[in-house]
């Protein structure tokens, strides 16, 4: 079992859809991170959390620490959000080794 | 500002070659960490350089290793070349604890 899991791998939706994506994981953290990834490879990291909630512009994450799970959400999605999103774990503070799930590529239809 | 950047962007090797990849961080950045992205795949972690310090290392084998100039810049240095190899390698930097910043990638083939 992977440390940290993603679901769905795989996403289509319309263009104006609400989106969310879930990452659960296994181990003791001290920050989540949810990155994008464009083809061609660049990482864009979108936020980082250890506790409640953030936004920044149509996208949302949250996190739940007792249950070890977070989502990002996506509200009126556009066919630019298009990508694979990564979330990754840091494990210790001061130590930033990430753990990374494995990606949820999304694809929004105009 | 500019941000991570790494070089170069795309790299051939063959079996048994060695390869150094760079990367020069954010400046006033003084953490940099290496990433390994084989396709399909999440990126793994190799290593990670907080004041030219070795602050961790992934689960690669010993022909990988790395180093932080007083710079703050970093070199991924790979020996004996296998053709697993072949990956996108990303270098991330920070200022300390927060969010890491990465680079464009090198996409290094191995044939």
């Known amino acids: 079992k992977n440390e940290v899991e993603q679901s769905p791998q795989n996403l289509t939706a319309q263009e104006g859809e609400f989106i969310t994506i879930n990452c659960s994981y296994s181990?003791?953290?001290?920050?989540l991170h949810w990155l994008q990834q464009h083809p061609g490879g660049g990482i864009v990291s979108l936020f980082m959390?250890?506790?409640g909630k953030k936004k920044h512009g149509r996208l949302i994450a949250t996190i739940n620490i007792q249950e070890k799970h977070s989502s990002l959400h996506i509200t009126a999605s556009h066919p630019r959000d298009s990508a694979v999103y990564i979330c990754?774990?840091?494990?210790?503070?001061?130590?930033?080794?990430?753990?990374f799930g494995t990606g949820t590529r999304l694809t929004i239809i105009p | 500002d500019a941000g991570v950047t790494q070089s170069p962007t795309h790299l051939i090797k063959t079996r048994g070659q060695h390869v150094t990849l760079r990367c020069s961080p954010i400046?006033?950045?003084?953490?940099v960490s290496w990433y390994q992205q084989v396709l399909g795949q999440g990126p793994q972690f190799i290593f990670q350089?907080?004041?030219?310090?070795e602050r961790g290392r992934g689960n690669f084998p010993d022909r990988f290793s790395a180093r932080q100039f007083p710079n703050y810049s970093s070199e991924l240095n790979v020996n004996a070349l296998l053709l697993g190899d072949s990956a996108l390698y990303l270098c991330?930097?920070?200022w300390g604890l927060g969010i890491q910043y990465f680079g464009p990638g090198t996409r290094l083939l191995v044939l």
């Open positions: 959390l250890s506790s």
């Open positions: 400046s006033g950045h003084k953490s």
């Open positions: 991330a930097s920070s």
């Open positions: 350089y907080y004041e030219k310090e």
């Open positions: 181990v003791g953290i001290s920050a």
């Open positions: 990754a774990v840091g494990a210790n503070f001061g130590n930033e080794k990430l753990t």
